[in-house]
Structures are given as structure tokens and as C-alpha cells.
């Protein structure tokens, strides 16, 4: 077995194929975990970051303002569209003959366009800032303290970088 990135692209108003997703989601997913291996945290135990990439699964869905904000509302209280949502599931890995699905990425393909406009880079390289965003949410990473928006910020910048996704 191997990692996995289930993809579902629910929008119309972004052309992108579920092959460039996968390739974009799977190439940061490895930059993620050498990232991991390489400086590890507090947050990801080297087991889970051995069997994320033995057998983990993550998911992500391209939506739009509308599906978002609605998801928005619902989990988080927020009526309002925003650019990415993240969903963790689990990081202790169960059975061992089993995949593991750590969470769920949901990210605004309008607003990933938006910002691509406001910070002057490509939609491509935007997708892959929330795709990576979105994961380390899911591992349990956060920006609440300045300590912890310098370790998660700067995790972000080194995989995008590590990626060839650079401003």
C-alpha cells in the first residue's frame, strides 16, 4: 500500500482536471512528510508519519463560494465564504491492514482565484498553498499563537518551495 488523495472537483467555474489535482496533492503530500521526517513536531508522532505514508488517506474537494460558505456555516459558525476547510479525522492508525483517512480538505476554487489575483501568483501555486494549509490542519497544526504561525508558516514555504510552488 501506499498514500492516497482522493480528489472530487465539485465546481465548474475553475477549469482544472482531478489528474492535475492528484499530481499537485500527492507531490506536496511527499514534500509534507520529508518535511516531517526531516524537522519533526510535537503534533505528528514518527508512527503516524511512517503509516501516513505506508497507508493514509486524505480527501479533497474543489467547491465553490456557495458550497463552502454553506460548510462554513454549518461547522464552523461562520456565515461566510472562506478559502479552505479541513476536516481531521485520525492520526492513530488502527488495523494494520487497513488505509487510515487522516481528514478531508475542501477548498473554494473562486477564492483560490481571488487571492491568486491579490498576491500575484498562479491559481496553481494558490491550490497548492490551501491543499497544504488544509493538511497541516489536519495534523494537527495551527496559527493561533505566533509560535505556532512561525513553525506552521514556515513548514508551508518549505514544502511549496521543496515542490517547485514558488511566489
Avoid: W
Amino acid at each position: 500500500m501506499t498514500f492516497k488523495l482522493t480528489v472530487s472537483n465539485q465546481q465548474k467555474s475553475l477549469s482544472v482536471s482531478e489528474e492535475f489535482l492528484q499530481k499537485m496533492g500527492k507531490k506536496l503530500i511527499k514534500k509534507l512528510i520529508d518535511n516531517l521526517a526531516n524537522s519533526p513536531s510535537k503534533q505528528v508522532s514518527k508512527k503516524c508519519l511512517a503509516e501516513l505514508s505506508r497507508r493514509g488517506i486524505i480527501s479533497l474537494s474543489l467547491v465553490n463560494n456557495s458550497q463552502i460558505r454553506k460548510l462554513n456555516k454549518r461547522f464552523c459558525k461562520k456565515d461566510k465564504a472562506t478559502d479552505v476547510l479541513s476536516f481531521p479525522l485520525t492520526l492513530v492508525p488502527t488495523n494494520d491492514k487497513f488505509p487510515f483517512e487522516l481528514g478531508e480538505i475542501i477548498i473554494s476554487a473562486e477564492k483560490a482565484v481571488q487571492q491568486a489575483k491579490m498576491y500575484g501568483h498562479s491559481v496553481e501555486r494558490e491550490l497548492a498553498f490551501l491543499f497544504v494549509h488544509g493538511c497541516l490542519h489536519i495534523l494537527g497544526f495551527d496559527h493561533k499563537t505566533k509560535k505556532e504561525e512561525k513553525d506552521m508558516f514556515g513548514r508551508q514555504a518549505q514544502i511549496l518551495d521543496a515542490a517547485g510552488f514558488k511566489r
